[in-house]
């Protein structure tokens, strides 16, 4: 519990054959099947969580987190960076 028991666990993306290794303490893992916040459960005895937010969704919504990226880069449009046009703030 608090994380003070983490073990690397594989975790396979639903989406992709990618599997990532997250390290959980696995009685946090049963207090989140329980019901527990996500954001409750794996924390150390601070309240602090251990997990990274790609950890987090992934455990969550089982993507990892290039899946996630590819999601939300999906329905949204990425500006493109606006090119330079001819500078005129050369002070020569
Ligand atoms: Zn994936």
């Known amino acids: 519990m608090f994380g003070a028991q983490r073990i690397p666990v594989d975790l396979q993306c639903r989406v992709c054959p ?3 290794k997250i390290e959980i303490d696995l009685e946090d893992l049963s207090r989140w099947e329980q019901g ?3 954001q409750y459960a794996f924390a150390d005895a601070l309240g602090k969580q251990y997990l990274t937010p790609a950890e987090r969704e992934l455990l ?3 993507l990892c ?3 996630l990226q590819k999601l939300f880069e999906g329905p949204v ?3 493109p960076l606006a090119p330079k046009q001819g500078s ?3 002070n020569e």
């Open 36 to 38: 527990e916040m996500v």
């Open 18 to 20: 990618r599997v990532c």
């Open 60 to 62: 969550i919504s089982g």
């Open 88 to 90: 005129t703030t050369n």
């Open 77 to 79: 449009r990425v500006m």
């Open 65 to 67: 987190d290039l899946c």
